[in-house]
């Protein structure tokens, strides 16, 4: 692909299968999609239709069968475990259901520790940390550790840490499916909220939003759906 014609995140000819025995189940077939930079596209399917599979070849913790994925300048299905690693920490944010916060950290060092882990924690990075926490609205709470916070809490922290590095690509994974209603809606207003902030200030994010709820969906910029493996949509 032509550099000038190439998007900030491309997917083509992606297949994905798992053996079970000898039986052999595809989970992706032939998935293609393209993203520009501050594009957000929703992928909407059933359960064991390919979305986690599909996430986790996005984020490379696994490799397809065949098929490309470039995000920016990286090349996914052809790195290394060193290179993925290396785009884990420099280009890609995630957003998961479950949180997953280091109980023994509190909520600035969890948003952090990322960049910890990659050496790159210098004091505008921390600074950037205590900025994008009074965004989410919790600059009284900086300090407090996970079991002091509530889900919708949790989840401001785990917005705030993937939007620190300024990824390329954000994923985030049914961000509102263990929340209540009210906290739902504060949590997807937040996401989208805070997009358009970092867009404005800097480099812009492709947003992946994984999700089964239809309405948070419709608030992305196209909805891609996902069955038995097969990607439709435009």
């Known amino acids: 692909m032509d550099r000038k014609e190439?998007?900030?995140?491309?997917?083509?000819?992606?297949?994905?299968?798992?053996?079970?025995?000898?039986?052999?189940?595809?989970?992706?077939?032939?998935?293609?999609?393209?993203?520009?930079?501050?594009?957000?596209?929703?992928?909407?399917?059933?359960?064991g239709s390919g979305k986690s599979t599909l996430l986790g070849l996005m984020a490379g913790l696994d490799r397809p069968d065949s098929g490309s994925i470039q995000v920016g300048d990286w090349r996914l299905d052809q790195m290394d475990e060193a290179q993925k690693t290396l785009y884990r920490r420099k280009s890609l944010g995630i957003v998961f259901q479950q949180f997953h916060l280091m109980p023994d950290l509190t909520a600035v060092e969890n948003v952090l520790l990322p960049m910890e882990l990659a050496g790159r924690a210098d004091s505008s990075t921390i600074q950037r940390a205590h900025e994008l926490l009074k965004q989410v609205g919790l600059s009284q709470r900086m300090y407090h550790f996970p079991s002091q916070l509530s889900g919708g809490e949790c989840q401001r922290v785990a917005i705030a840490r993937a939007l620190l590095p300024e990824p390329e690509l954000i994923l985030a994974d049914e961000p509102t499916g263990n929340l209540d209603d009210q906290n739902a809606k504060l949590i997807s207003d937040l996401i989208f909220q805070m997009l358009e902030n970092s867009g404005a200030r800097g480099r812009k994010s492709v947003l992946l939003l994984v999700t089964h709820n239809e309405q948070l969906a419709a608030r992305c910029d196209r909805i891609l759906r996902l069955q038995s493996g097969v990607l439709s949509g435009s």
């Open 6 to 47: 190439r998007k900030d995140l491309a997917v083509e000819g992606l297949r994905k299968s798992f053996k079970t025995g000898s039986e052999t189940i595809e989970v992706l077939k032939d998935v293609a999609f393209t993203a520009k930079a501050g594009e957000k596209i929703a992928i909407v399917g059933k359960s």
